[in-house]
Protein backbone atom coordinates (compact mmCIF):
# COMPACT_ATOMS: atom_id res chain seq x y z
CA UNK A 1 0.00 0.00 0.00
CA UNK A 2 1.05 3.51 -0.81
CA UNK A 3 0.09 6.33 1.40
CA UNK A 4 0.26 9.69 0.18
CA UNK A 5 -1.13 12.71 2.43
CA UNK A 6 -1.93 16.38 1.16
CA UNK A 7 -3.78 19.51 2.05
CA UNK A 8 -1.12 20.84 4.40
CA UNK A 9 -0.60 24.38 4.60
CA UNK A 10 -0.33 27.76 6.96
CA UNK A 11 -3.05 28.78 8.25
CA UNK A 12 -4.21 30.94 11.61
CA UNK A 13 -5.01 30.22 15.06
CA UNK A 14 -8.97 29.00 14.76
CA UNK A 15 -8.82 28.57 11.22
CA UNK A 16 -9.94 25.04 9.87
CA UNK A 17 -7.92 22.49 7.35
CA UNK A 18 -8.73 18.93 6.19
CA UNK A 19 -5.84 16.96 5.11
CA UNK A 20 -6.51 13.82 3.11
CA UNK A 21 -4.62 10.57 2.61
CA UNK A 22 -4.42 9.17 -0.87
CA UNK A 23 -3.81 5.12 -0.59
CA UNK A 24 -2.96 2.78 -4.06
CA UNK A 25 -1.24 -0.02 -4.91
CA UNK A 26 -4.29 -2.65 -3.70
CA UNK A 27 -7.23 -2.19 -1.76
CA UNK A 28 -7.58 -0.48 1.25
CA UNK A 29 -10.54 -1.00 2.99
CA UNK A 30 -9.19 -4.41 4.98
CA UNK A 31 -6.64 -1.52 6.88
CA UNK A 32 -7.24 0.51 9.84
CA UNK A 33 -5.74 3.99 9.32
CA UNK A 34 -4.25 6.73 11.40
CA UNK A 35 -2.81 10.35 11.64
CA UNK A 36 0.59 11.04 13.14
CA UNK A 37 2.23 14.10 13.62
CA UNK A 38 5.69 15.63 14.55
CA UNK A 39 6.40 19.16 15.72
CA UNK A 40 9.55 20.82 15.66
CA UNK A 41 12.07 19.83 18.63
CA UNK A 42 8.60 16.84 18.86
CA UNK A 43 8.82 13.09 19.09
CA UNK A 44 6.53 11.81 16.70
CA UNK A 45 2.85 11.46 18.51
CA UNK A 46 -0.36 9.41 17.75
CA UNK A 47 -3.30 12.12 16.62
CA UNK A 48 -6.22 10.14 15.43
CA UNK A 49 -7.15 6.80 14.02
CA UNK A 50 -10.20 4.79 12.78
CA UNK A 51 -10.84 1.57 11.88
CA UNK A 52 -11.11 -0.56 8.84
CA UNK A 53 -15.08 0.16 8.97
CA UNK A 54 -14.78 3.46 9.87
CA UNK A 55 -16.86 2.31 12.85
CA UNK A 56 -14.11 2.96 16.04
CA UNK A 57 -12.18 6.30 15.77
CA UNK A 58 -9.97 7.66 18.46
CA UNK A 59 -8.07 10.71 18.98
CA UNK A 60 -5.09 12.42 21.36
CA UNK A 61 -6.27 14.04 24.09
CA UNK A 62 -5.32 17.44 22.85
CA UNK A 63 -7.47 17.37 19.62
CA UNK A 64 -10.58 15.61 21.32
CA UNK A 65 -13.63 17.87 20.05
CA UNK A 66 -12.07 20.04 17.63
CA UNK A 67 -10.45 16.93 14.97
CA UNK A 68 -12.00 14.75 13.40
CA UNK A 69 -11.00 11.51 11.25
CA UNK A 70 -13.12 9.69 8.62
CA UNK A 71 -12.97 7.32 5.72
CA UNK A 72 -14.44 6.85 1.90
CA UNK A 73 -13.16 3.22 1.30
CA UNK A 74 -14.74 3.92 -1.97
CA UNK A 75 -12.22 5.97 -3.47
CA UNK A 76 -9.28 4.43 -1.35
CA UNK A 77 -9.44 8.46 1.41
CA UNK A 78 -8.70 8.82 4.52
CA UNK A 79 -9.46 12.10 5.67
CA UNK A 80 -8.63 14.55 9.13
CA UNK A 81 -10.81 17.72 9.57
CA UNK A 82 -9.18 20.07 11.70
CA UNK A 83 -11.28 22.91 13.35
CA UNK A 84 -10.01 25.26 16.15
CA UNK A 85 -6.16 25.25 14.83
CA UNK A 86 -3.92 26.45 17.22
CA UNK A 87 -0.43 26.93 17.06
CA UNK A 88 0.92 23.82 18.90
CA UNK A 89 -0.64 22.11 16.07
CA UNK A 90 2.22 23.12 14.25
CA UNK A 91 3.76 19.64 12.99
CA UNK A 92 4.47 17.48 9.97
CA UNK A 93 1.50 14.83 9.88
CA UNK A 94 1.43 11.29 8.18
CA UNK A 95 -0.99 8.98 7.31
CA UNK A 96 0.24 5.31 7.89
CA UNK A 97 -1.39 2.13 7.87
CA UNK A 98 -0.95 -1.52 10.04
CA UNK A 99 -1.94 -4.45 8.46
CA UNK A 100 -4.81 -4.60 10.90
CA UNK A 101 -8.30 -3.74 10.41
CA UNK A 102 -7.52 -2.27 14.23
CA UNK A 103 -5.89 0.80 14.77
CA UNK A 104 -3.45 1.23 17.36
CA UNK A 105 -1.11 4.62 18.81
CA UNK A 106 1.97 2.61 19.20
CA UNK A 107 3.49 3.86 15.56
CA UNK A 108 5.25 0.01 15.57
CA UNK A 109 2.68 -0.76 15.03
CA UNK A 110 2.27 0.71 11.68
CA UNK A 111 3.55 -0.81 8.26
CA UNK A 112 2.49 1.81 6.38
CA UNK A 113 3.37 5.15 5.85
CA UNK A 114 3.07 8.58 3.57
CA UNK A 115 5.18 11.34 3.30
CA UNK A 116 4.29 14.17 5.45
CA UNK A 117 2.61 17.53 4.91
CA UNK A 118 3.04 20.30 7.08
CA UNK A 119 0.90 22.33 9.02
CA UNK A 120 1.96 25.46 10.16
CA UNK A 121 -0.33 27.17 12.72
CA UNK A 122 0.44 31.14 13.00
CA UNK A 123 -0.64 33.02 16.91
Known amino acids: VQLQAFGGGLVQAGDSLRLSCAASGRTFYSNAAAWFRQGPGKEREFVAGISWSGGTTGYVDSVKGRFTISRDNAKNMVYLQMNSLKPEDTAVYHC?????????????????WGRGTLVTVSS
Open 96 to 112: AAPESGIYSRSESDYRY
